[in-house]
């Protein structure tokens, strides 16, 4: 799930939103795969459909719309306890 200003946005698998997703992805060249990731991801379709327009690789088009997965701040104990600062 993703909030956007004010907006829920909620990919349920199956749905017909993820499967034009799926079949916009598979149209533009993506294998199985790589269409299901893009499909089921928060990455904007329209977005890299531009990306493709003006030259990118499918790749790079995915690379560069891809959502960042935020990697929970791991806190090292006994480095702070050692530096307090």
């Known amino acids: 799930m993703n909030a956007i ?3 829920v946005i909620i990919r349920v698998p199956g ?9 916009r992805m598979v149209s533009l060249g993506a294998d199985a795969e790589l269409a299901a990731s893009i499909a089921n991801s928060d990455a904007d379709v329209h977005d890299i459909e531009r990306l493709l327009e003006a030259g990118c690789s499918l790749e790079l088009a995915w690379t560069i719309t891809r959502p960042i997965e935020e990697q ?3 806190v090292d104990a006994a480095a702070a306890a050692a530096d307090p600062a």
Do not use: A, F, G, K
């Open 5 to 7: 200003n004010d907006t």
């Open 15 to 23: 749905s017909p939103e993820i499967l034009w997703r799926t079949q």
């Open 72 to 74: 929970p701040h791991v």
